[in-house]
């Protein structure tokens, strides 16, 4: 079989990468139909931004990672649909513009024209016939679209709200994307502005978000995160009555059981009782000094940073505890915020942090009613193991059956109810910015807020000269006559365009289903399309999207799934999280730190099957890892290895012997750790497998043909090329994944050591469950062995099966 020894060309990765890749675009090789005779998979990478700097080695970890996924499923026989697209809409592009004066159109078509060369030079499995653009006035057709169906169902609204606004970048902000009080883009320190804004309700759907995560597999933080963001939080509103008036002063509590240790109120400082009671108050210049200085304060350096607590007490106002008819003042502190619960509290210094530090600062009375065996100390916050006392009709009860109770007794005796708060706002929803998907609606002074008729979209970006955000904060559109003046479509008068725009997170909120069917132009996607995709079986992304991009874009597909547009409840059936890739440095990586590696360069230096292989081998998956050069050329190695494999093929048909236990080890691991995110550890075990095969005279096809398609994932080009050299039939992509014998899984024989007189004098192949007498028979017949009991009196054997034959000789 001279043919396999001869000698191959070196390994080139540059000409053979090339070489398959236009293979496989010629071919439509990854280019998924609706297939019924076959089950499907869906894996899903987060689409990137194209920014102006191109693919950072950030991006091919989490897309290496499902092309293994999407490149086993296939030889496994599924029906795979791995997608790629552009989220492109946002402000990066729109600032180029501004600065460089050139269309965002034309940023975005350029950029997208160089992420996409990039991306096909990693050889990533994506059917591009699927591509999609969220500024594809195609696309945000049904971004619009779905705008108006939120509208229509009373989940948009316009509301005149206090929202955070970003003085440099010149946008309001949702919650989200304000980190720490500061911009989440920009860094700057966000200030408060009045505007009117269009908001979605994702709180309708809050208790939703939670729930359904019980039907999901996504890693546990991305669960915890998720519901910690949400916030949902169940307590009672109490009512205390203002003394000497008609009114109440409502008050959020988690601890209504704690009631009879409330020793006064706090109301935050933009609390509405204070206006309406201004007379009653005499000492009411202080309180508008304080509103005054709260004012210059974020919720988060008022709720977060609160550490000196400082307020003023309503002097001519107090309250009356309901419970136990106690009169206790009111006072106003910004530790409390007007934008949860109801603005006000029943302050129990005794067990809250917060109002024990404000009950010593202004020496407020400290009424303890929990206590426990093991801690004297107050506050007493953990009062789970504690006993409830000085609170009447609770005392002696666990904090549980007291907190039932409490709301039991206030309830019936209509002093308030049970309630549940969340942490989660509503979704601000406009920018006043030009590069984003105008929102489809047009104010009639008759009329109000109407949606533009459905068959009037695509609503277009116009054309504009500049994209400068206006001095008033207005978006650009609001400057263009054109845009703005239309028609009411209920009565046909003059009437005004919005030109607000929407967030980036619009597009990315639903672009999975339009990759189902992305021509489509009579609906989002067809319903044969959405009943077999759907849903995303495996969904990786950044961390840094569990709580924005992952929970705007279920809370669209549950109101979806509720117009019964979308077959699931879910959108993900599992989510995963890759870690950051830092520089050399161990820095994030970044142009101004200079540790930024590009991956066009390690493509021309050394392949992109190494890029891949090194991106999987660099670490463990989810966690950070730290880009090392060495590591690259390891894995340029490595793979050099494999490739002159091919010289080793010599005769014989099915496994060798010698390799046959460790083959099927490798099949069993590597198919196992594609699966659990242990990318690293698999490649480990191909490695060792390769160094076996290395040592061997020589190996069978069949072993060689194992190894390729186990590394096929990982090194698509190569692999597809040594499939060709050793005369393979077809292609790799249509082999089928090899499968693992169980029986084959350990070595039925085994070197057993033989000692004598507790000397090891050599060792023999012996069968696991071999008997005494066969052991001793195979250890007299070793020359070595035997000369040391020869013509010695046997007195004792040790013989433990599969691990030791011990003979004592006298
Ligand atoms: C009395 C009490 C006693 C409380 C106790 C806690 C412990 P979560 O779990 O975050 O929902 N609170 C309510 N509204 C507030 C507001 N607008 N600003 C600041 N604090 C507010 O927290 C609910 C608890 O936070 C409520 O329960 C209330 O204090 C406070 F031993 O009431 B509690």
Known sequence: MSEYNSKYPEYNPNAIEKKWQKVWDDNKTFHSEVDKTKKKYYPLVEFPYPSGQGLHVGHPRPYTALDIVARKRRLEGYSVMYPMGFDAFGLPTEN???????????????????????????????????????TDPEYYKWTQWIFIQLYKHGLAYKNEMSVNWCPSCQVGLANEEVVDGKCERCGTEVVHKMKNQWM???????????????????????????????????????????????????????????????????????????????????????????????????????????????????????AINPLSGEEIPIWVSDYVLMSYGTGAIMAVPAHDTRDYEFAKEFDMPIVQVYETEDSEELPLTDINKGKSINSEFLNGLSATEAKQKAIEYIEEKKLGEATTNFKLRDWVFSRQRYWGEPIPMVYCEEHGWVPVDESELPIMLPEVETYEPTATGESPLSEIDEFVNTICPICGKPAKRETDTMPQWAGSSWYYLRYMDPHNSKAIASKEALNYYSPVDWYNGGMEHTTLHLLYSRFWHKFLYDLGIVPTKEPYKKRTSHGMILGEDHQKMSKSRGNVVNPDDIIRDYGADTLRCYEMFIGDFTSTAIWSDEGVRGCRKYLERVYNMIDLIGQGEGYSKNLEV?????????????????????????MTLSNEMRSQASITKDDFKTYIILLNPVAPHMTEELWKMAGFEGMLNEAAWPKYDDSKLSLDEFEMPVQVNGKMRGKVMMSMDASKDDAIEAAKSDNNIASHIENKEIRKIIYVPGKILNIVVG
């Open 96 to 134: 180029y513009a501004i600065k460089n004066k050139i269309h965002p159109a034309k940023v975005t078509e350029e950029n997208i024209k160089n992420f996409k060369e990039q991306l096909k030079s990693i050889g990533f499995s994506f059917d591009w016939d699927r591509e999609v653009n969220t």
């Open 200 to 318: 979605l309700k994702i709180t309708e759907y809050a208790d939703r978000l939670i729930d359904d995560l019980d039907e999901v597999d996504y890693e546990d933080r991305i669960k915890a995160q998720q519901i910690n963001w949400i916030g949902r939080s169940k307590g009672a509103n109490v009512n205390f009555n203002i003394k000497d008036t008609e009114d109440k002063l409502t008050v959020y509590t988690t601890r209504p059981d704690t009631i009879f240790g409330v020793s006064y109120m706090v109301i935050s400082p933009e609390h509405p009782i204070l206006e309406v009671y201004k007379k009653k108050i005499s000492n009411y210049n202080e309180v508008t000094a304080y509103q005054e200085e709260a004012r210059k304060k974020s919720d988060f350096e008022r709720a977060e940073l609160n550490k000196d607590k400082t307020g003023v007490r309503l002097d001519g106002l107090s």
């Open 662 to 686: 460790t083959i099927h080890q490798t099949i069993k691991k590597v198919s196992e750790d594609f699966e659990n995110l242990k990318f690293n550890t698999a490649i480990a075990s191909l």
